[in-house]
């Protein structure tokens, strides 16, 4: 160990952070800002890796298009990597490109920031069935990720969404909303004219649980009554409240404000008698999904989604639920299940399956006996699971930086620290890897194509400041162009 603390310090301690999303930047961040480095106490060099060409991970390829001031946050951290002092490897995957023995061999400590991706399981009959969405993957489409396919089959005239999140807020707003309000966003082309043509005329959100106990928040709520000609439908015999209802609105200022905003469309909806839109927004408590069943009722050729099959639950005094044995048919053509997220494993870690996590304590990595690995880290949603805004990843970010500087003098040092190995390793595997330059070329591009776009149709008044470039291989060509 003593070695370690010779060989780094008398050169830049090299971190490696794999994920550009908001918890990489804001870890290369805080670092390179943190006490001990600005003192003169030791320097850092740091490689951000990102598995996309582009970096910002959710803000990017998460965060709806139509809530414009959060995909601004990414103003923010483009000041962070474009200080110069952080170098962005974009386009490479870590477990595909590189090893977990080649980052040993760069770096003195890695940081893990992988996020989640992928949508957690929803373990009912039919969940298979053509017509069964995960709502990750809708979010992916309409947010014009890399790796989707193009096309996206909307088709359905009724759809559920299960799920009482934010993220179920998002996608149900989506598949409601008229694709002429979505233009002014960044959504690509293909997004928008699959919109346009959507069929839907009714989008049915479940919670299974109360109005008192939904996990979205309150301006998201608010935001589904400005979608324009869409009325908003709720069910009176859903409004149930037990005990620990009573205790959250009394006790939690965005309970109270979600309960006030739902009760008073129950009673808008009823009072009034206006001209009834084109689409309608259904929001139901208390039914848990128990089975979505087919167009047909042959077991080994069930067809398409014809339905879901709900439980009647009944809030049990502590704010859970238990069932009520009355079962509810609602005939639907698409489900899209927005239920949460869940992390992937990463190659030579140990992995917590159940939470989605990398096992770590505060940020640090634990072996399968629940020892710390040396040198090895987490932060964000790989740390702590997903849940939570893009603001939580900092105070992630801070703990896991605080440990990493806690144990710099001990950590395991890269046997080939020189910045420039790295590179010569991507090049002699041939990984087309992009870089911080070429980010600003994409982004660039993307601007420059909502200007013409904008220009062309100035007619009409209408303007879109960016358009996504979508697929992987446009988007390393214009980078490394
Ligand atoms: C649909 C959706 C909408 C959201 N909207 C909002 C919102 O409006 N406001 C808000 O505050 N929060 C929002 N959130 C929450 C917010 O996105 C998260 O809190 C935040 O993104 C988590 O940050 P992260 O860096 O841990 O993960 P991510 O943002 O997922 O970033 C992880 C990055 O790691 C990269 N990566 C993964 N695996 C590898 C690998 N093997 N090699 C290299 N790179 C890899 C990924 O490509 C990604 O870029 C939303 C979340 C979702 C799912
Ligand atoms: N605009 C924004 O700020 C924004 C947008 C999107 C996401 N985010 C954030 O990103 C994080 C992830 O959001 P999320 O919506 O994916 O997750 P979430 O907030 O954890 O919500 C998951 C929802 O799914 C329900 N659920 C879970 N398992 C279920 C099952 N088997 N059957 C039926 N319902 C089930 C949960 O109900 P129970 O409560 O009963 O478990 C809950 O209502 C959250 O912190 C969210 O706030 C923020």
């Known amino acids: 160990m003593s070695n370690s603390a010779e060989s780094t310090s008398s050169r830049p301690l090299r971190v490696a952070i794999v994920g550009a999303g908001p918890a990489g930047v804001y870890a290369a961040d805080i670092l390179t800002k943190s006490n001990e480095v600005k003192d003169g106490d030791f320097q850092v060099s740091i490689d951000l890796f990102e598995a996309y060409p582009a970096p910002y991970g959710l803000i990017r390829y998460g965060v709806a298009p139509d809530h414009p001031r959060i995909k601004g946050i990414v103003n923010a951290l483009h000041k962070v990597l474009d200080r110069g002092d952080i170098r962005f490897l974009g386009n490479v995957t870590y477990g595909r490109d590189l090893t977990l023995h080649d980052f040993r061999a760069f770096y003195d400590a890695v940081i893990f920031s992988t996020g989640a991706i992928k949508d957690a399981d929803l373990d009912i009959p039919g969940i298979g069935l053509e017509g069964s969405f995960g709502g990750a993957d809708f979010v992916s489409w309409y947010d014009g990720h890399p790796d989707v396919p193009r096309d996206w089959p909307l088709e359905a005239k009724e759809i559920a969404v299960i799920g009482n999140g934010n993220v179920a807020l998002d996608v149900a707003r989506m598949l409601v909303k008229h694709a002429d309000e979505l233009l002014v966003t960044e959504i690509p082309d293909n997004v928008y004219r699959a919109l346009k043509d959507s069929p839907v005329t009714d989008v049915h959100v479940f919670g299974r649980r109360g109005p008192a106990q939904v996990k979205f928040t309150p301006l998201e709520l608010r935001e589904l ?233 100035s007619a009409n008044g209408i303007e879109r400041e960016r358009i996504k470039v979508v697929p992987r291989e446009d988007m390393i060509e214009i980078s490394r162009g």
Request: charge should be negative; avoid cysteine; proline fraction near 6%.
């Open 225 to 457: 009554s400005h979608a324009k000609d869409v009325d908003i439908v709720l069910y009176p015999e859903d409004f149930e409240f037990d005990e620990a209802s009573d205790e959250a609105i009394r006790s939690n200022n965005q309970i109270r404000t979600m309960v006030n905003t739902l009760t008073n469309w129950l009673v808008e909806e009823h009072a009034e008698a206006e001209e009834p839109s084109s689409r309608r927004l259904h929001l139901h408590f208390l039914h848990s999904p128990v089975e979505i069943y087919g167009t047909t009722d042959d077991a080994a050729n069930p067809g398409k989604v014809a339905g879901v099959k709900f439980e009647r639950m009944q809030l049990d005094g502590t704010g859970n639920v238990k069932g009520t044995g009355e079962f509810l048919d609602y005939p639907v053509q698409a489900v899209y299940r927005a239920i949460g997220y869940h992390g992937s494993p990463l190659d030579e870690l140990e992995y917590d399956a159940r939470r989605g996590v990398v096992p770590n304590e505060g940020g640090r990595v634990l072996d399968a006996e629940g020892n710390a690995v040396p040198g090895i880290y987490a932060t964000g949603w790989i740390k702590r699971g997903p849940v939570g805004l893009i603001g939580h990843t900092k105070g992630d970010a801070l703990e896991t930086i605080g440990f990493l500087l806690e144990d710099r003098l001990t950590l395991p040092p890269a046997q080939n620290p020189d910045p420039q190995a790295i590179i010569d390793l991507l090049h002699e595997r041939g990984i087309e890897y992009t870089t911080w330059e070429g980010w600003i070329k994409l982004d660039a591009h993307e601007l420059a194509l909502g200007a013409e776009w904008s220009a062309a149709e």
